[in-house]
């Protein structure tokens, strides 16, 4: 069975070099990642809320596009990544526009803006 199309958005964002987890994104796995100077209980991964963060690779599991928070997040990088002045526009059946990149969800269309902004991994 295939994931679905925003969970392979996700993945390749995750990959990419400059994607970088930030303090309130969510993961697929419902934990969200928050800054404590406290722990290193999961080494390099930070501190996460609600779980482990690893899906069955041991990795961190890619982002929840579909979360506000995490949409958020994402949206705060779109600046520094050049694309300042980004249009944003949500029609009347629900799909998301992020300059010319469309998704049922703002998350998922900020990620295709940025994979395209940021180039090749």
Known sequence: MSEPVAVLVARELVAHPRFAWSEGMRNVLGCRR???PSGDWLDDMGEWLYGDPRDGTGLVSPPDLA???????????????????????????????????????????????????????
């Open 34 to 36: 928050v800054d404590e």
């Open 67 to 121: 979360d506000a928070a995490t949409a958020g997040v994402l949206v705060s990088m779109l600046d520094p990544s050049g694309m300042r002045g980004t249009t944003f526009c949500r029609e009347r059946d629900g799909t998301w526009w992020v300059d010319t990149y469309t998704a049922p969800t703002l998350g998922e269309a900020v990620a295709r803006a940025l994979l395209a902004s940021w180039g090749p991994a």
